[in-house]
C-alpha cells in the first residue's frame, strides 16, 4: 500500500460486520477521500491509525496491550505519521509495543473503528481512523510492555470481555469466533 487511493481501494473491498461498523466505515472512506494528509498526526481534526488484531494460529488467544493513557484493553496500534502503508505501521506498532514479530494473515482490512480521542496537554480532541489487520503469532512469544502500556499480555478470547474491553474489541472477538481458519 503505497498512497491514499491504495487504502480507499482496500476500505472499499471490506464487508462490514454490522451497521455499526458499515456506518463508521463510510464515515472513514469519506474523511479519506476529503483529505490529502489523511495520514499526518499534524491534521489536528483527526488522521489515520493502523492496528494489528494479533491472534494466535489457533484462534485461543489475542495480544493486548492496557493502553497506559487511555486506561483501555486494546489491540496494539498507532499514529501512521505520514505513511500511507497503514498495514506496515500496524505491524510496527506491534513489535514496538509488545516486542512481537506478528506476521499478517491478509493484506486485506479486518475491520475499521472511528474513536474519540481526548484532549490532553495542548493536543485537542480528534479523531483515530483506525485501519484493523488480522495478523498471527504463536503464543510462545512472549510480549515485554512498552512505555506506553501498563500491562501487555496474551488474553484468552473467552476471557476479554471480562477485561471490560470496549464493544469495538468484543467485535473483533466476535468476528475471529466466527471466521473459519486453518490449524
Known amino acids: 500500500m503505497k498512497r491514499r487511493e491504495d487504502l480507499l481501494r482496500l476500505l472499499r ?38 492496528s494489528a488484531w494479533v491472534v494466535n494460529p489457533e484462534r485461543t488467544h489475542a495480544l493486548l496491550v492496557h493502553h497506559r493513557r487511555l486506561d483501555r484493553w486494546l489491540q496494539p496500534g498507532g499514529h501512521c505519521d505520514g505513511d500511507p502503508d497503514v ?14 514479530a506478528a506476521q499478517p494473515v491478509t493484506p486485506a482490512v479486518f475491520d475499521v473503528d472511528a474513536h474519540d480521542i481526548p484532549a490532553r496537554g495542548a493536543e485537542p480532541a480528534h479523531v483515530h481512523y483506525d485501519i484493523r489487520f488480522l ?3 504463536p503464543l510462545s512469544q512472549q510480549p515485554v510492555v512498552s512505555p506506553e502500556s501498563r500491562d501487555v499480555r496474551w488474553v484468552p478470547l473467552d476471557g476479554i470481555s471480562q477485561l471490560g474491553a470496549d464493544e469495538s474489541v468484543l467485535r473483533l472477538v466476535a468476528k475471529t469466533v466466527s471466521a473459519p481458519h486453518r490449524r
Open 135 to 137: 495478523a498471527e503469532a
Open 13 to 50: 473491498a471490506h464487508t462490514p460486520w454490522d451497521g455499526r461498523e458499515a456506518a463508521m466505515l463510510a464515515r472513514i472512506i469519506a474523511f479519506v477521500e476529503a483529505r490529502d494528509h489523511c495520514f499526518e498526526r499534524s491534521l489536528l481534526e483527526g488522521h489515520v491509525t493502523g
Open 87 to 100: 498495514l506496515a505501521t500496524a505491524l510496527r506498532e506491534v513489535l514496538e509495543e509488545t516486542g512481537i
